[in-house]
């Protein structure tokens, strides 16, 4: 009955949208310029919005952005265009996070030129990013206004409805930036992620699909990279693993170097397809690439203990720890293999502990250390540990089956009950295994009289026997 957790690092694009969107995001920005900072803005492929996320403001980009600064007052010297200046200088505000000099170049751009589309556009991403939603829309909306043609500019507005939960409105702007550019991949990209966030897998690969395609066809290999990615993504969620497993092959195709792409699917076979052999070949045959990191080695180790050769797995983790000694998920894999056997589970304790000191609020810790106690018939300490695993995390609800069966085995059948309402309110079919049924049925019956019959057949009776 009780279920051991292995853990295992969270890889670059595992299933999180955030990382895998946001990434496609800002690579199709880059491919498209999204803050053009030298662009004339009045051509129509200039205007493509600007992310103001972190990750895009690195000190390179701000570097760049003050000799593009200094390059515009000399080229001012010489060709004299205050209206391009004004905008150009709203733009590397932006990049600087100078958002109110960025704001007043922009106001200057159009005190210029009541016609330029672009500075309102910009102005109001800016004033957005600044909390101010309704103003930012406004300007948004102007620039429309000033130019209906321009693919970027509902995409931008399509971003905002969306993050200020008006999805309906949010669609219908996407679509149009679709009518106007049947090729642009950013509408595609935008539209996949818009899917996607809303549950929508089926539509979110479909125009995905378009964005790999156009990416095949324009030989971006980058990009192409990047759609894959979240392909594999999407394909997790709706467990098609095969599938993302394909997707991960192109990419070691287009990139045999980059190493994310061989422990992702390395922990797919292991975690979703639960196929430690495949994994276990795989792993072998791509050893030359992998085996510099101590993933490398916890993988193997994870494999090896789902086909119960735990002897094996633990010198992978003794190696692994060896790499990356301040790694808990290492400590506590290792503990669980020491855990099988009778002789190991002090040395697995040690482990736990370790891990503990490193992490003191993962619930794994606790949750198997409790298993442990339970082997060497600590249930009070066994208790605690199962206690603490769900105060950390509220999923684990086998914690109190576990504590059920730990408070039978101390004659505690107050607490057992206790235990057990509990589990059934988060548990919509409780049940426990014929083999657990019968030891449960075993151990009661030793303190089995008139006062706790009755209880005893509450506990009983509270799950439905699985074979």
Same mark, same amino acid.
């Given at each position: 009955?009780?279920?051991?957790?292995?853990?295992?690092?969270?890889?670059?694009?595992?299933?999180?949208?955030?990382?895998?969107?946001?990434?496609?995001?800002?690579?199709?920005?880059?491919?498209?310029?999204?803050?053009?900072?030298?662009?004339?803005?009045?051509?129509?492929?200039? *205007?493509?919005?600007?992310?103001?996320?972190?990750?895009?403001?690195?000190? #390179?980009?701000?570097?760049?952005?003050?000799?593009?600064?200094?390059?515009?007052?000399?080229?001012?010297?010489?060709?004299?265009?205050?209206?391009? !200046?004004?905008?150009?200088?709203?733009?590397?505000?932006?990049?600087?996070?100078?958002?109110?000099?960025?704001?007043?170049?922009?106001?200057?751009?159009?005190?210029?030129?009541?016609?330029?589309?672009?500075? !309102?556009?910009?102005?109001?991403?800016?004033? !957005?990013?600044?909390?101010?939603?309704?103003?930012?829309?406004?300007?948004?909306?102007?620039?429309? *206004? @000033?130019?209906?043609?321009?693919?970027?500019?509902?995409?931008?507005?399509?971003?905002?409805?969306?993050?200020?939960? *008006?999805?309906?409105?949010?669609?219908?702007?996407?679509?149009?930036?679709?009518?106007?550019?049947?090729?642009?991949?950013?509408?595609?990209?935008?539209?996949?992620?818009?899917?996607?966030?809303?549950?929508?897998?089926?539509?979110?690969?479909?125009?995905?699909?378009?964005?790999?395609?156009?990416?095949?066809?324009?030989?971006?290999?980058?990009?192409?990279?990047?759609?894959?990615?979240?392909?594999?993504?999407?394909?997790?969620?709706?467990?098609?693993?095969?599938?993302?497993?394909?997707?991960?092959?192109?990419?070691?195709?287009?990139?045999?170097?980059?190493?994310?792409?061989?422990?992702?699917?390395?922990?797919?076979?292991?975690?979703?397809?639960?196929?430690?052999?495949?994994?276990?070949?795989?792993?072998?045959?791509?050893?030359?690439?992998?085996?510099?990191?101590?993933?490398?080695?916890?993988?193997?180790?994870?494999?090896?203990?789902?086909?119960?050769?735990?002897?094996?797995?633990?010198?992978?983790?003794?190696?692994?720890?060896?790499?990356?000694?301040?790694?808990?998920?290492?400590?506590?894999?290792?503990?669980?293999?020491?855990?099988?056997?009778?002789?190991?589970?002090?040395?697995?304790?040690?482990?736990?502990?370790?891990?503990?000191? @490193?992490?003191?609020?993962?619930?794994?810790?606790?949750?198997?250390?409790?298993?442990?106690?339970?082997?060497?018939?600590?249930?009070?300490?066994?208790?605690?540990?199962?206690?603490?695993?769900?105060? @950390?995390?509220?999923?684990?609800?086998?914690?109190?089956?576990?504590?059920?069966?730990?408070?039978?085995?101390?004659?505690?059948?107050?607490?057992?009950?206790?235990?057990?309402?509990?589990?059934?309110?988060?548990?919509?079919?409780?049940?426990?295994?014929?083999?657990?049924?019968?030891?449960?049925?075993?151990? *009661?019956?030793?303190?089995?009289?008139?006062?706790?019959?009755?209880?005893?057949?509450?506990?009983?009776?509270?799950?439905?026997?699985? #074979?």
């Amino acid at each position: 009955m009780k279920k051991i957790f292995f853990v295992i690092f969270a890889l670059l694009f595992i299933p999180s949208i955030c990382v895998c969107s946001d990434n496609l995001d800002e690579q199709l920005e880059l491919k498209r310029g999204k803050i053009f900072l030298f662009s004339n803005p009045q051509s129509p492929t200039s *205007l493509t919005g600007m992310d103001l996320s972190v990750n895009t403001l690195n000190m #390179s980009a701000i570097v760049q952005a003050n000799a593009g600064i200094r390059e515009m007052e000399m080229s001012l010297i010489i060709n004299p265009d205050p209206i391009i !200046y004004a905008y150009s200088l709203g733009n590397i505000y932006v990049v600087l996070r100078e958002f109110d000099k960025a704001l007043a170049s922009y106001d200057k751009a159009i005190s210029l030129d009541k016609n330029l589309y672009a500075a !309102y556009f910009n102005k109001g991403y800016v004033l !957005y990013y600044l909390g101010k939603t309704e103003e930012a829309l406004e300007y948004i909306n102007k620039a429309i *206004l @000033l130019n209906p043609n321009i693919d970027g500019m509902y995409i931008g507005k399509a971003d905002i409805l969306d993050n200020i939960g *008006l999805p309906e409105e949010a669609f219908e702007n996407y679509q149009k930036a679709a009518e106007i550019s049947t090729d642009n991949i950013r509408v595609y990209a935008r539209l996949s992620n818009f899917y996607y966030r809303h549950g929508e897998n089926e539509k979110a690969l479909e125009a995905l699909n378009a964005v790999t395609e156009l990416a095949k066809k324009n030989n971006d290999k980058n990009l192409l990279a990047e759609s894959l990615k979240f392909k594999v993504s999407i394909a997790r969620k709706t467990k098609k693993f095969n599938v993302a497993l394909d997707n991960l092959k192109e990419i070691i195709f287009l990139y045999p170097s980059v190493l994310n792409s061989y422990f992702l699917y390395a922990e797919i076979l292991i975690n979703d397809m639960r196929k430690p052999k495949d994994a276990l070949k795989f792993l072998n045959k791509n050893k030359a690439v992998m085996d510099k990191y101590a993933l490398f080695y916890q993988m193997n180790g994870l494999a090896l203990s789902d086909l119960k050769k735990c002897k094996k797995a633990i010198k992978y983790y003794d190696k692994a720890i060896s790499m990356d000694p301040n790694n808990p998920n290492l400590y506590i894999n290792r503990g669980i293999c020491r855990g099988e056997s009778r002789a190991e589970r002090e040395l697995a304790l040690q482990d736990f502990n370790k891990a503990q000191q @490193l992490a003191p609020e993962n619930p794994l810790v606790y949750f198997n250390r409790g298993n442990i106690y339970q082997d060497l018939n600590n249930y009070e300490q066994a208790i605690s540990d199962a206690e603490k695993a769900v105060s @950390l995390d509220a999923s684990l609800t086998v914690s109190y089956l576990n504590m059920t069966e730990y408070a039978i085995f101390e004659n505690k059948l107050d607490d057992a009950l206790f235990y057990v309402s509990q589990y059934k309110t988060k548990t919509e079919n409780p049940a426990i295994s014929k083999s657990d049924y019968k030891k449960w049925i075993k151990e *009661l019956k030793k303190h089995k009289n008139n006062r706790s019959a009755e209880k005893i057949q509450k506990i009983i009776s509270a799950f439905k026997i699985t #074979s």
